[in-house]
Each structure stands twice: as C-alpha cells, then as structure tokens.
Nanobody, 112 residues
Framework: QLQLVQSGGRLVQEGESLRLSCAAS????????TDWYRQAPGKEREFVGS????????SYADSVKGRFFSSRDNAKNTVYLQMNSLKSEDTAIYYC?????WGQGTQVTVST
C-alpha cells in the first residue's frame, strides 16, 4: 500500500523560501507523475503543479509560475516542491497526490 508522507511546511515571512517533501513508501512513485495541490482556509483545493515520472517535465499554475519548482529523486522515492518568494496568498495546506494516493498535507503559513 502506497503511503505519502509530507514534510517541510512551517511559518515563514513573505519573501522567504521553503522546500516541501513528499516521501513515498510501500510502493514506488518512480516513473509516475506527481501533482501538488493546496487548499487555503475557506477556499477549494487548487492545482499548484505537476512533475512527470522522470522529472523531465513540469507544469505550474499561473499563480506560482516562476516561483515554485518541483523536482524528484526517484532513488529516494521522494518528490520536492521548492517555493521561493513566498506571498501571504500562498498560505495553505499543501498536498502531493500520486498513483491515486494523497499525502496527509503540510501547513504552509506566510506572514506579512
């Protein structure tokens, strides 16, 4: 059974950076695309980005394009989301779905 364990979320100031991790266990996510979603308080969950199974292709929502970058280490069965120039509107719980499973989410709070 695939488990996705997320980490890296915390409270930061605007303009700072964070790297989120999504570590898989039980089954491999190597070769499988992984997405990133987020849900802010009172809002619907929204797509943030996606990385292909090889890591060679990524796509991002316009709201984060140029600031967020996803990468992966398939040897570690882990996907990352590097978030730069964080803004208060990036405050949300971030999720990483892959192969039909979802991580538990990690809270990112950006203060002004």
């Amino acid at each position: 059974q695939l488990q996705l364990v997320q980490s890296g979320g915390r409270l930061v100031q605007e303009g700072e950076s964070l790297r989120l991790s999504c570590a898989a266990s039980g089954r491999t996510i190597s070769g499988y695309s992984t997405d990133w979603y987020r849900q802010a308080p009172g809002k619907e969950r929204e797509f943030v980005g996606s990385i292909s199974g090889s890591g060679s292709r990524t796509s991002y929502a316009d709201s984060v394009k140029g600031r967020f970058f996803s990468s992966r280490d398939n040897a570690k069965n882990t996907v990352y989301l590097q978030m730069n120039s964080l803004k208060s509107e990036d405050t949300a719980i971030y999720y990483c779905p892959a192969r039909g499973s979802w991580g538990q989410g990690t809270q990112v709070t950006v203060s002004t």
